[in-house]
């Protein structure tokens, strides 16, 4: 099973306006999977024997971790995207390639870009941690909450006020890149070709004992690594090139509301739609001014067209984000009992719920009505076609505990 789904983007200046670096990325799940967005604070742990407990395995845990805030499938620990409370965000994408994939339970990619997020405080920090982990856990485990095992290698992309770092792994093996201006997206396939900043000491070596690589040719992480003929990687069709061509087009004018229309771009496919759909987005504004906050965007909900981008700013004091947070199972919960996933819990948090009212009742007007009568509510920032269906949510007087706006 290798869905094709997840795109994540960074602009930086020049490509941005107003000395800024804008992520972005569109989580692609299981059309009937419910993202949360869950905020926890930073902390110290004195017990220098305290382990760790993520989506399935322990590892030990460091002194401090930071503040994050995450969009995460309900079910798992780690999540598909976030921020830190110093400016460092992250998304990841499946790939696949010649190395097998590990179905044995070890730390999801998914678990990676939390624990990236809770331990460093710049982009490259971040990758170091990643690496670190991979070397010493190793990635795979069911990547889907259901009893067909769904797994796959990670990329991702991480990316602070100053710059961004693609990574791209296969298995334990790994390169990086560094984007120090302009644009860059990752979709589900290696992108890293001869532009290689840093890597797996025992990369290369171990391309040739496979004979992936002859060791005379140029090297080319992409091509040896998967089946890509990486010379037609930018005209070839598909949502990498596609994600590619939007943030040329938008080149040197590029905002936080570029970011979100690109997000919501369905002729490209960068917004899925059918057995895995876009389940979530997020998009951040990193000033390079360091005086200036952080802003991050998150949906919380399926179909950026279709919600709103609700801001978050780290702030002292944070409250749990109780309209985003999903129930919770505890040991009764089917991810932790073994065997996993013998049923699928109702994950669906208060906003989700009231998004699919709202939706249901778009539907119903726009089926009974010319679509020039149905009354939705725009916010500025905020232009998806059907963007107002979570005014439903925001009305009942709770938005204002969950998310922390700015003027």
Known sequence: MEPCSCDTFVALPPATVGNRIIFGKNSDRLCDEVQEVVYFPAAVHDNPREHLQCTYIEIDQVPETYAVVLSRPAWLWGAEMGANEHGVCIGNEAVWGREEVCDEEALLGMDLVRLGLERADTAEKALNVIVDLLEKYGQGGNCSESRMVFSYHNSFLIADRNEAWILETAGKYWAAEKVREGVRNISNQLSITIKIDREHLDMRNYAKQKGWWDGKKEFDFAATYSYLDTAKMMISPGRYCEGYKLLNKHKGNITFETMMEILRDKPSGINMEGEFLTTASMVSILPQDSSLPCIHFFTGTPDPERSIFKPFIFVPNIP????????????????????????????????????????????????????????????????????????????????????????
């Open 320 to 407: 749990p984000l109780l309209d985003t947070s999903s129930p919770t199972f505890e040991l009764e919960d089917p991810v932790k009992k073994k065997p996993r996933f013998q049923f699928k819990p109702d994950r669906r948090h208060p906003l989700y719920q009231k998004h699919q009212q709202a939706l249901e009742i778009i539907d119903k007007k726009e089926a009974d009505s010319p679509p020039r009568s149905v009354d939705i509510a725009i916010p500025r920032n905020n232009k998806g076609a059907h963007s107002g269906s979570d005014v439903v949510a925001a009305g009942q007087g709770s938005s204002a505990h969950a998310w922390h706006h700015f003027p």
